[in-house]
């Protein structure tokens, strides 16, 4: 199943994604929350383990469900939607952790595909920051979003490498660029 009208944003964290996504939410886009934040949100709500500083495969298994679970929900509507993050994000944290990859997880990124354009943010240290779900250094922030690229660019889809520009300004250059694509399907 292909989804033409769902565009990811995906990259390390402390890029920009989240902030960008949700200008574009209050403009009125239709915006689908990152897994990997919502399952440490509940997990730490209710002293469980499946977190990345805990259970790393846990949480892994757990992200691709949910992420399945986003992709799935929304299948029968036709507008844009905008993934903070997608499956083949999970399978690019797998990398990245050296986890076990489950064959359910490659089949899910072969199976559930997206808008062939993935809006990549870079690595970009003068706003790189973490928080209490985001805890990866610069380090690993930066390698995830290297290793993103290399995933989503091996599964088969065109990256778009969203410019260092301020987050108002990164949400009228990504609208633009969706519009046009979209336009096109």
Not at 68 to 83: N, P, Q, T
Request: aromatic content about 12%; charged content about 30%.
């Amino acid at each position: 199943m292909e989804k033409r009208n769902y565009f990811i944003f995906t990259g390390g964290p402390g890029a920009g994604k989240t902030t960008v996504v949700e200008h574009l939410r209050i403009r009125g886009f239709s915006t689908v929350e990152e897994s990997g934040r919502k399952i440490i949100k509940q997990q730490v709500l209710s002293n469980e383990n499946a977190v990345p500083w805990l259970d790393r495969q846990k949480y892994a298994s757990m992200m691709e469900k949910d992420s399945v679970i986003s992709y799935l929900s929304h299948k029968e509507d036709d507008g844009i939607f905008i993934f903070d993050r997608g499956i083949p994000d999970t399978l690019g944290y797998s990398l990245l952790e050296n986890l076990i990859i489950p064959e359910s997880l490659l089949k899910s990124c072969r199976e559930y595909r997206y808008s062939p354009y993935v809006f990549l943010f870079p690595f970009w240290d003068e706003i790189y920051m973490n928080d209490e779900e985001q805890k990866q250094d610069r380090e690993k922030a930066e390698k995830t979003s290297k290793i993103m690229e290399k995933v989503y660019t091996s599964l088969g889809y065109e990256i778009i490498k969203v410019p260092f520009l301020s987050s108002n300004a990164r949400a009228d250059w990504v609208e633009e660029r969706i519009k046009k694509v979209f336009s096109l399907v």
